[in-house]
């Protein structure tokens, strides 16, 4: 019981990382119906930024967090003012292969000005740990999981309760009708890459913390777990994500705990091809028809 | 064979006054003509992992095999490196095999892994281009898929397997320990070996294999495999793999209170691995190496000086490993007194070499013959090292 306890709590801290990466990409999916494969390497860059924000300028943990989600809202909407606006009439695929191209072009920019080895996060919050009975929590796993609450409990607040965020729905309803209402489609969509970016920067810089180590391929394989997590809840749907990202972080965990390790990514994607087949709208997805 | 190397050296003498003379008054700067490189020039291949998941061993055995370049230039040879980064990738490395056996070489020293070093001895062999490798360690290596040595390609480590049984005697003899559990990674030839020859030979001493368990490269999270390892019995962790990994594994370990004695390979050797698991965390740390700064030689003193007077910092096993290599196959070139390929091959063959590493000469499989030394780590640093040679057959 202590041993699934404490894996439970292994789970849960991995599971906040995949939740908030897999936001980004159910929002921006849910808006323009674009599966944005770069969204893995924004947050490898905040990890990045919160790297250098910490080592350069000697930052405590809570001002890198701020700074490396304002950095990677701003490198969110570039990328899409740059990449994907332009495409946006353009077939799916076209938008799609772009995304994968942004994702190659990060990945081999940070390796040429970063160096491609791995780089040590360095420790900026005290790590120390907490017995309940027998299980053991660190500080580090209260505080992803703490700021993962935070921040989902902030953006379901600010799209229901907010004019941006009805915005947001308007769009991702029907952006022709909502540009008829008087709604700024471009400034929406903008806005909805923003938010998905900070949140992925968010858990870069929280990774960052939790395992001390990050190299600029670490987005790839967290970016597919956390696609998987969102496809999983149904994609384009917010509470979706978050309970697919903290079921993906479980599984893994219970996988690996109590079978072997080698099988957690099968395991994964396993459940991934059973939803598929039985519920290909997702968990909490309804089966609607596609306007043509 | 002498009057040839004579031959070779006074034509070598010939050629530089040469090339001094047409240099003028600017011949200070250049003594050994690197403007003049034509055909005498020889150029010797340095295939590295450069950049990449083990860009640390590729980059500290650049260094190494730069540095005895470079010294071997400043006593009056004319020796031109030529660079070649695989990105840590074997199937780059095999791309860069069949572009370096195109550009003339006289040898080659690299890569640093076992992975992309087996992918390409085929083709370098093919094409008799002498492959010196500083750190390929994995069993049988050096040997072709029929189990006949690679006429061309040589080694000056040991084998995975004496590396691994080296520990388990280690483990067995001197920290006495009796039940084991072995985390390893899955996605490396060179962890599998270890993994492979560790249990063979702890099993022989009388001890228990607990659990053995795996990781892939390039994983941040452990915390459940160990969780799952934490109430089993058993009093030592074994961990053959790299240090990327390994250094993550060791700090989450102790951070959840796994404080039994960890050991490992030469995988771990690497400053990284401070960073990674961090200095506190390093202590009851065992692992394999061949080379150690405690306790060094005088050849290995002067080594360390000029490794740390060119690059300003301390050198790692790989980079005296690469160093040794270049050395060997330096000599082995002058020895021979030309750059034909079988001159230098059989030059390599026969050769006693005294290295900083050690001396050595290669068995019938190219190997070496020496003994692995142990290292204990004492917050992050190397406190001692024991010569271990275990009883294999």
């Known amino acids: 019981m202590t041993q699934f306890l404490q894996q439970m709590i292994n789970g849960l801290s991995l599971g906040s990382i995949y939740a908030l990466v897999a936001l980004g990409y159910t929002m921006v999916y849910g808006i323009i119906k674009l599966i944005n494969f770069a969204h893995g390497d924004i947050y490898m860059l905040g990890a990045y930024i919160g790297f250098i924000v910490t080592t350069k300028l000697g930052l405590g943990f809570f001002p890198a967090l701020v700074i490396s989600m304002a950095g990677c809202a701003l490198i969110g909407v570039t990328i899409e003012r740059i990449a994907y606006k332009p495409l946006r009439n353009a077939t799916r695929i076209t938008a799609l292969i772009t995304a994968i191209g942004v994702s190659y072009f990060l990945e081999a920019g940070t390796q040429r000005v970063m160096g491609a080895g791995v780089q040590t996060f360095p420790n900026v919050l005290a790590n120390e740990t907490i017995m309940f009975g027998d299980v053991r929590i660190s500080t580090q796993q209260i505080v992803i999981f703490s700021v993962t609450i935070v921040l989902m409990v902030a953006l379901t607040f600010l799209v ?132 043509v | ?74 006593a009056g040879g004319n020796y031109e490196e030529v660079i070649y980064d695989n990105k840590s990738d074997t199937t780059e490395a095999v791309t860069l095999a069949a572009q370096l056996a195109n550009d003339g070489v006289a040898g080659v ?14 083709i ?110 058993y009093d030592v962790l074994y961990i053959p793999g790299y240090y990327n990994e390994a250094g993550l594994i060791i700090k989450q370990a102790r951070e959840m209170g796994i404080d039994c004695e960890i050991i490992g390979s030469d995988g771990f050797d690497s400053e990284s691995l401070i960073d990674l698991a961090g200095a506190s965390n390093l202590n009851k740390v065992y692992y394999t190496t061949a080379y150690t700064t405690v306790g060094a030689s005088d050849a290995l003193q002067a080594f360390i000086d000029a490794y740390k007077a060119e690059y300003n910092e301390e050198p790692s096993m790989f ?70 040679s275990p009883d294999v057959d």
Not at chain 1, 269 to 278: D, Q, T
């Open chain 2, 124 to 233: 370098k062999n093919d094409a008799k281009v002498t492959v010196i490798s500083p750190s390929a360690t994995q069993i049988g290596v050096t040997l072709d898929p029929s189990g006949n040595v690679y006429n061309y390609v040589f080694r000056i480590c040991f084998e995975d397997s004496y590396q691994g049984a080296a520990m388990a005697q280690y483990a067995v003899d001197t920290l006495a320990k009796g039940k084991v559990i072995i985390y390893a990674d899955n996605s490396s030839d060179y962890a599998k070996g270890l993994t492979e020859a560790f249990t063979e030979q702890f099993k022989k001493l009388g001890g228990t294999i607990v659990a053995t368990d795996y990781y892939s490269k390039g994983d941040t999270d452990f915390n459940s495999v160990l969780t799952k390892f934490k109430d089993m019995d």
């Open chain 2, 1 to 74: 064979m002498k009057t040839m190397k004579k031959a070779f050296m006074s034509a070598l003498a010939i050629m530089m006054a040469a090339s001094l003379a047409a240099c003028g008054d600017s011949s200070s700067d250049t003594p050994s003509g690197s403007d003049n490189s034509g055909s005498n020039t020889v150029k010797i291949g340095l295939h590295f992992e450069l950049t990449g998941e083990v860009a640390d061993y590729g980059n500290a055995e650049l260094k190494g095999a730069k540095l005895a370049i470079k010294q071997a230039n400043e």
């Open chain 2, 319 to 388: 980079s005296a490993l690469a160093y040794d290599s270049t050395n060997l196959l330096i000599q082995a070139i002058e020895k021979a007194g030309s750059t034909d390929s079988d001159a230098v091959r059989s030059a390599v063959e026969n050769i006693e070499f005294d290295g900083v590493t050690g001396s050595f000469s290669f068995d019938e499989t190219h190997t070496p013959i020496k003994s692995v030394l142990v290292v204990t780590l004492v917050d992050g640093v190397q406190g001692d090292a024991v010569a271990v």
């Open chain 2, 109 to 122: 020293v690299g890569p640093a892994t076992s992975g992309s070093s087996a992918a390409t001895y085929q």
């Open chain 1, 160 to 291: 229901n309760k907010t004019k941006v965020g009805r915005a947001m729905r308007a769009v991702s309803v029907d952006p022709d009708a909502a540009r008829l209402m008087g709604v700024n489609v471009d400034a929406t969509i903008s806005f909805t890459f923003a938010i998905g970016s900070a949140l992925a920067g968010a858990a870069g810089v929280l990774v960052g913390l939790y395992y001390n180590s990050i190299n600029p391929l670490m987005g790839m394989l967290p970016g597919i777990k956390a696609f998987i997590a969102a496809v999983f809840g149904g994609i384009g749907i917010i509470p979706g994500a978050m309970l697919g990202g903290f079921f993906i972080g479980v599984v893994e965990t219970l996988v690996a705990g109590y079978w072997s390790s080698l099988w957690k990514d099968a395991v994964v994607y396993l459940i991934l091809i059973v939803i598929l087949i039985v519920k290909p709208a997702g968990l909490l997805g309804k089966n609607v028809k596609e306007k």
